[in-house]
């Protein structure tokens, strides 16, 4: 369908799709603007949210239960009427395959009945009155105050929402900065938000970090930081508040999660696994397999297969059938995957297929990497794109020294047969990430299950149950008997 333009105040939003503009030259296409925001207008949002909050005595932190849920379930009523329009945003804005972006919009919506139902649960649960030695307690759960939401340029609808939805039912207000790639398909929904919502309890601000969410974090107005994106930005907007101690974290941060390819595995199966993890979404996701480990005996027949696999996969614009690799949003990417290559290839590594590597304006094809050192940056970086090192290992105590050494934590794939082997390594995976996936790839999903990690990948952990529990807090209200 014709691509709408949305309009706001003054800054532009491009695709890296090329398009013919009006002069008739190829080059990114405009998509439409957002409101360029400064720091005043930055401050007068957190402003509304605060009194909206109006320190727990607003409307919406003492509305009921039923009512808070009430205006939920109409604002995802409304939501679903935007599917199309928001689905074709996220296709030209991220460069997200149709299926994919289909899928993250579905995703969202069902993690919004979900969390409804859980919040319903909880609230059974927790408002109850309890005895212990002769004090009577009235229990209750509730909101934490004023929460700032940033969530990443991969998910831009699904983890803004992971974050902004859990928050607004638990009855916190909140500002939220959509990601600078993956703004604009908010616009469709803003009047569900409005149509939904008192005022001042949902608030959106645009604009870049150091603008407008710095002076935010300054004011020390903000009660929890929750993001999704990379440690450099919640570090820096942590530092930015006057008083850390009293500030509540949700974090979601970077991974390298392996892969660990045993000799008695399934090498089809491990291969494709492998292709999906390190490559849907062209590796821009957290829970990608960032490093493959296979076991020396099999590794040139792996290798042989994964290479072949990946030249096979077809390159696209989004809405193309049977594309999975795409445009990358990010300007700036298709070169620094290319300085990646590079230096693995000056430190000893192969480009193990024949397209790795083949650059174009918006995208540069992966490559299979192999051997890779350990002193390469591509070893070192969560390269958050499309290129793949490969390591072999002749013991097993290899990759796991590796994976205690580094500073993330999230998820590993493991794949073999012998449950003998299996058991006892499972149980040591487990203790250094937090989902251990056995024969497939690593995943966030399905969002019932917890979304964490160990060290810098994770502070709390992302549910739809444990996201409710970490938007608030049990209070009670204690009385002796006389
Ligand atoms: O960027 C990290 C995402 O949480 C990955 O989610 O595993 O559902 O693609 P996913």
Redesign the pocket.
């Known amino acids: 369908g014709e691509l709408k333009k949305w309009g706001g105040d003054h800054a532009e939003v491009y695709s890296s799709i090329r398009t013919r503009n009006d002069r008739g030259e190829y080059g990114p296409t405009l998509l439409g603007t957002v409101p360029n925001m400064d720091e005043t207008s930055a401050l007068e949002t957190l402003d509304a949210a605060c009194k909206a909050y109006d320190r727990g005595q607003g409307l919406w932190p003492t509305m009921k239960v039923v009512d808070r849920i009430a205006c939920m379930e109409k604002f995802v009523a409304q939501m679903k009427s935007q599917r199309e329009e928001v689905v074709r945003l996220l296709m030209w804005e991220i460069g997200k395959n149709l299926p994919d972006s289909q899928k993250e919009f579905d995703r969202t919506v069902e993690y919004i009945y979900d969390t409804i139902e859980d919040y319903k649960q909880l609230d059974r649960d927790s408002a109850r009155f309890e005895k212990h030695g002769g004090v009577n307690a009235h229990i209750r759960r509730g909101p934490l105050g004023v929460v700032l939401c940033m969530g990443?340029y991969?998910?831009p609808l699904n983890?803004t929402f992971a974050l902004l939805i859990p928050a607004l039912i638990m009855g916190n207000t909140v500002v939220f900065k959509p990601a600078k790639h993956g703004v604009l398909l908010l616009s469709p929904l803003l009047e569900a938000f409005r149509n939904s919502f008192p005022e001042g309890v949902v608030n959106i601000v645009y604009g870049r970090g150091r603008v407008v969410a710095a002076p935010i974090m300054k004011t020390g107005k903000i009660d929890v930081l929750a993001l999704?994106g990379n440690s450099k930005s919640a570090i820096a907007l942590q530092d930015q508040h006057p008083n850390k101690n009293r500030l509540r974290l949700v974090l979601?941060l970077e991974a390298k999660n392996p892969a660990i390819v045993l000799p008695d595995a399934d090498l089809d199966l491990a291969v494709n696994e492998c292709i999906s993890g390190t490559l849907s979404f062209n590796g821009q996701?957290?829970?990608a397999l960032k490093v493959l480990y296979v076991h020396e005996d099999i590794v040139e027949e792996f290798n042989k297969r994964f290479a072949q696999r990946v030249d096979e996969l077809k390159f696209g614009n989004p809405w193309e059938p049977g594309v999975m690799l795409t445009p990358l949003p990010e300007p700036g990417k298709p070169g620094y995957i290319r300085e990646l290559i590079d230096d693995a290839v000056r430190k000893g590594a192969k480009i193990m297929n024949k397209k790795g590597g083949e650059q174009t304006e918006n995208y540069i094809f992966p490559a299979v990497l192999y051997p890779v050192s350990k002193d390469a940056r591509v070893y070192e970086e969560e390269q958050f794109g499309p290129v793949i090192p490969v390591l072999s290992f002749k013991d097993i105590e290899e990759p796991l020294n590796d994976m205690a050494e580094s500073n993330y934590g999230q998820q590993v794939s493991l794949f073999g047969q012998n449950i003998k082997t299996l058991a006892p390594l499972i149980d040591t995976l487990v203790n250094l990430v937090c989902r251990v996936n056995l024969n497939s790839s690593?995943?966030?999903?399905p969002d019932v299950y917890p979304?964490t990690g160990r060290k810098d990948s994770a502070v709390s952990t992302l549910s739809v149950h444990d996201a409710l529990r970490s938007f608030s807090v049990r209070t009670f209200v204690a009385s002796k008997d006389n």
Do not use: D, V
């Open positions: 990443p991969n998910y983890e999704i979601g996701r957290c829970t690593c995943q966030r999903g979304f």
